[in-house]
């Protein structure tokens, strides 16, 4: 258990895209990371500003869209203590009073993933950094809700998501647990995704 690692991580923990269905990381991801490497010292070689650390937990993949400002639900995280399944668990409520739906739409899901980040070391042949656990490193999993109706009240609700291959995180990586939604409209018994409304934030990292 690697309570807090993402504060104390070094420079060389480089990010990944995390190729999430639909929803994917914009470049402003990169640069969270890549602040750290502006003024003195060599490129690569300098710990990251307490800033830049504190602000990954909370990014939001789209700036103009936040999660919390959408879904007002009481909520929490849970992840099992091999950091190799992550929970989503959501208090029943009711969506009119909770969530900021687009206009038009029907109905939403909820969306968990854990994404593994491995440390990085510098490589003097190659003259590059090489992840130290590259087996481990961009291995995810994405785990859904199931349709859930905007105008119904929404039972308690849990969404787990859990590393494929019954892989264990190593010491030398980061999981990052993210949440998300996403809107839909029904139309028969077909349910047509939104292109407004949806997003996806870092809401944990151990």
């Known amino acids: 258990y690697r309570s807090g690692a993402i504060e104390a991580m070094h420079v060389h923990r480089l990010p990944v895209v995390l190729h999430l269905h639909?929803?994917?990381?914009?470049?402003?991801l990169f640069e969270v990371f890549h602040a750290g490497h502006d003024g003195g010292g060599f490129?690569?070689?300098r710990p990251f500003a307490p800033a830049v650390q504190a602000g990954l937990i909370g990014f939001e993949f789209d700036k103009n869209t936040s999660f919390?400002?959408?879904?007002?639900?009481?909520?929490?995280?849970?992840?099992?203590?091999?950091?190799?399944?992550?929970?989503?668990?959501?208090?029943?409520?009711?969506?009119a009073n909770l969530v900021n739906a687009p206009?038009?739409?029907?109905?939403?899901?909820?969306?968990?993933?854990?994404?593994?980040v491995s440390d990085f070391e510098y490589n003097a042949t190659t003259n590059s950094y090489d992840p130290m656990d590259a087996d481990l490193n961009e291995?995810?999993?994405?785990?859904?809700?199931?349709?859930?109706?905007?105008y119904a009240p929404v039972a308690?609700?849990?969404?787990?998501?859990?590393?494929?291959?019954?892989?264990?995180?190593?010491?030398?990586v980061t999981v990052l647990q993210c949440i998300g939604i996403e809107f839909?409209?029904?139309v028969g018994a077909n349910y047509y995704l939104f292109a407004s409304g949806n997003c996806l934030k870092v809401e944990d990292a151990f």
Not at 22 to 28: D, K, L
Not at 84 to 91: C, Q
Not at 156 to 172: D, K, M, S, Y
């Open 103 to 116: 206009s038009g739409a029907t109905h939403f899901r909820l969306i968990t993933s854990l994404s593994v």
């Open 68 to 95: 919390n400002g959408i879904f007002n639900a009481p909520y929490s995280l849970t992840h099992g203590v091999d950091r190799e399944t992550g929970d989503f668990v959501v208090d029943a409520f009711n969506p």
């Open 22 to 28: 639909r929803i994917g990381a914009n470049q402003e």
């Open 184 to 186: 839909y409209q029904q």
């Open 43 to 45: 490129p690569f070689e």
């Open 156 to 172: 308690a609700t849990t969404i787990t998501a859990t590393l494929p291959g019954a892989v264990l995180p190593t010491v030398n």
């Open 139 to 150: 291995v995810n999993d994405i785990q859904y809700s199931a349709f859930l109706d905007l």
